[in-house]
């Protein structure tokens, strides 16, 4: 019998911090995969904050905590498209190849991508009764290379239909330290996609990247909307 890999969770820092959940329901579907599941305690940010504002000093020293955290296991996995963008893209030239970085990187995986095409998952025993659209995150699609992947997987949820954005490939306005530089735009890019969502009848919005969904979240209650929002994870964990 093949043994089960050790899975490291890069947990991200808006998941401890503001969703917990969508952490519990990542270790739930790694189990279904057939994972044994390791969070390290010592995990912090994965310093994309500090290496986007020009902190490359900062985002060293985080880059150095994050392989002494997670250097040890045969694949590390974050719900988050952004996040292991950070690991898998950035690493190595934030460390300038070292074979530390580059080592990570090849075994770095966003969630959805590491359960179809590494652990070969074709469905989840997952229950959601709604209509739902699916926005996919610049890190995730561009960086990640994922699409077809959270969308096959959410095709097996028993009650669950999809209805596509229109622009579903389109920022949201979030992308981090942009929309504290620049509110208006990432208000108004964020109005857009909200808009888009409406239109096409849904009744709940998800996606990969928490980031993302917050600011949307966000943007949804200070204009007295309703729709839910909830992390892909949380939909293929049955945890909605």
């Given at each position: 019998?093949?043994?089960?890999?050790?899975?490291?969770?890069?947990?991200?820092?808006?998941?401890?911090?503001?969703?917990?959940?969508?952490?519990?329901?990542?270790?739930?579907?790694?189990?279904?995969?057939?994972?044994?599941?390791?969070?390290?305690?010592?995990?912090?940010?994965?310093?994309?904050?500090?290496?986007?504002?020009?902190a490359d000093k900062d985002a060293r020293k985080i880059a150095e905590q994050v392989i002494a955290a997670f250097g040890?296991?045969?694949?590390?996995?974050?719900?988050?498209?952004?996040?292991?963008?950070?690991?898998?893209?950035?690493?190595?030239?934030?460390?300038?190849?070292?074979?530390?970085?580059?080592?990570?990187?090849?075994?770095?995986?966003?969630?959805?991508?590491?359960?179809?095409?590494?652990?070969?998952?074709?469905?989840?025993p997952a229950k959601c009764e709604a209509r739902a659209c699916y926005h996919d995150s610049c890190s995730s699609l561009?960086?990640?290379?994922?699409?077809?992947?959270?969308?096959?997987?959410?095709?097996?949820?028993?009650?669950?239909?999809?209805?596509?954005?229109?622009?579903?490939?389109?920022?949201?306005?979030?992308?981090?330290?942009?929309?504290?530089?620049?509110?208006?735009?990432?208000?108004?890019?964020?109005?857009?996609?909200?808009?888009?969502?409406?239109?096409?009848?849904?009744?709940?919005?998800?996606?990969?990247?928490?980031?993302?969904?917050?600011?949307?979240?966000?943007?949804?209650?200070?204009?007295?909307?309703?729709?839910?929002?909830?992390?892909?994870?949380?939909?293929?964990?049955?945890?909605?």
């Amino acid at each position: 019998m093949t043994a089960r890999p050790r899975v490291g969770l890069f947990v991200t820092c808006l998941v401890d911090l503001v969703r917990p959940q969508v952490g519990f329901a990542a270790v739930k579907l790694l189990e279904q995969s057939r994972c044994d599941v390791v969070v390290p305690t010592m995990q912090t940010c994965c310093g994309q904050p500090a290496w986007n504002a020009g902190a490359d000093k900062d985002a060293r020293k985080i880059a150095e905590q994050v392989i002494a955290a997670f250097g040890e296991f045969d694949y590390v996995v974050a719900p988050s498209g952004s996040c292991a963008g950070m690991i898998k893209r950035h690493y190595p030239e934030v460390l300038n190849n070292d074979p530390r970085a580059l080592a990570l990187a090849a075994k770095t995986h966003e969630l959805t991508s590491f359960l179809v095409n590494v652990r070969g998952m074709k469905s989840v025993p997952a229950k959601c009764e709604a209509r739902a659209c699916y926005h996919d995150s610049c890190s995730s699609l561009r960086e990640m290379r994922v699409r077809e992947q959270p969308r096959g997987l959410l095709a097996s949820v028993e009650g669950l239909s999809i209805s596509e954005l229109t622009d579903c490939d389109v920022c949201c306005g979030f992308g981090g330290l942009f929309s504290v530089k620049y509110p208006e735009i990432s208000e108004r890019m964020a109005d857009d996609k909200i808009a888009d969502a409406i239109a096409t009848g849904a009744d709940m919005l998800t996606g990969g990247d928490l980031g993302c969904l917050l600011h949307l979240e966000g943007r949804m209650k200070r204009r007295g909307m309703t729709m839910r929002v909830r992390h892909v994870a949380e939909v293929l964990a049955d945890e909605t």
